[in-house]
């Protein structure tokens, strides 16, 4: 099987019902998620052997942007053939995790440098990336219609990257630094 096509040499690419200009905002939208997903698979292989766990639910969050790639990949009108495979449990999933992954990391009160860990620093860099994507989806849905649940599920996924590079920068012993120019920003809910 060749995995050059030649069909994309004039500036276009196929997608589900139809071809658009590579330049178009829904192949940026699906190309930033392609990109985050990247990004995510570098962490992967950044983690120890012994943190299986994490590795598994990472994998399972690549799978997941290949979900939202394909959701976001198809011409408007389309997912009346094609349905839909982003859904509300993959969110609700996440925030789960994000609750419990709060819960092992000191609380917040001013922003945080991105860094610590290497593969802490790479999640932190993922985080942007889904946000980059997140709001292409944005710009894409004042054109066309698109699954709901895909930008929520980007919008949980920045959080839960954020959140799982402070556990594992916790679980190394690694601090994170505080933006030290800025105001307490965040507050506990037991204060207020």
């Not at 500036?11 to 995510?40: C, F, L, M, P």
């Not at 995790?97 to 009160?109: F, G, K, S, T």
């Not at 710009?139 to 949980?156: C, E, G, I, S």
Request: charged share 30%.
């Amino acid at each position: 099987m060749k995995i050059y096509t030649k069909t994309g040499d004039q500036g276009k690419t196929s997608i589900i019902g139809g071809r658009v200009n590579k330049d178009d905002i829904q192949v940026e939208a699906y190309g930033t998620v392609d990109e985050a997903n990247s990004q995510i698979g570098v962490v992967v292989s950044l983690l120890p052997v012994e943190t299986k766990e994490l590795i598994a639910e990472l994998e399972n969050i690549q799978h997941e942007l290949f979900d939202c790639g394909s959701d976001l990949s198809m011409k408007a009108g389309a997912e009346e053939k094609y349905p839909y495979k982003v859904h509300e449990e993959m969110v609700t999933f996440l925030e789960q995790r994000i609750d419990e992954y709060v819960q092992e990391a000191p609380e917040l009160e001013r922003f945080i440098l991105p860094g610590g860990t290497t593969a802490a620093a790479q999640l932190h860099l993922a985080r942007t990336v889904v946000r980059r994507a997140e709001r292409c989806v944005v710009t894409l849905t004042q054109r066309q219609a698109v699954n709901p649940f895909v930008r929520q599920y980007l919008n949980r996924l920045s959080d839960y990257l954020f959140a799982l590079a402070r556990v594992i920068n916790v679980r190394a012993g690694r601090q994170d630094v505080e933006y030290v120019r800025g105001a307490k920003v965040f507050r506990s809910e037991e204060k207020e």
